[in-house]
């Protein structure tokens, strides 16, 4: 079973940059399939990003599509989200998740991240 912890998180000023990692322990993480989702306060999960087991295939949400990155080293065992020109609108908590499939439904990922927060000021 793999287990995930995200770091990165914090405050930046809109326009900045922040580059979120998602370290994975467990032998299975090159098996898994790979998303982030974000929550806002008072909203639900959303998906942002998610990338396939060899990191051939990502596919992102309309929001963050042109600004966001995601990106895997399965010898490092980790997978990140490189986010650019941020907006007030991305502050959340974002989560790294796995899956076995590709797709951008919370509820088929079935391993998650405590979550960190990004903070995007105005």
């Known amino acids: 079973q793999v287990q995930l912890v995200e770091s990165g998180g914090g405050l930046v000023q809109a326009g900045g940059s922040l580059r979120l990692f998602c370290a994975a322990s467990?032998?299975?993480?090159?098996?898994?399939?790979m998303g982030w989702f974000r929550q806002a306060p008072g909203k639900e999960r959303e998906f942002v990003a998610v990338i396939s087991r060899g990191g051939g295939s990502t596919y992102y949400a309309d929001s963050v599509k042109g600004r966001f990155t995601i990106s895997r080293d399965n010898a490092k065992n980790t997978v990140y989200l490189q986010m650019n020109s941020l907006k007030p609108e991305d502050t959340a908590v974002y989560f790294c998740a796995a899956s076995g499939g590709v797709y951008s439904d919370p509820k088929r990922f079935t391993v998650w991240g405590q979550g960190t927060l990004v903070t995007v000021s105005s």
């Open positions: 467990g032998r299975t993480f090159s098996n898994a399939v």
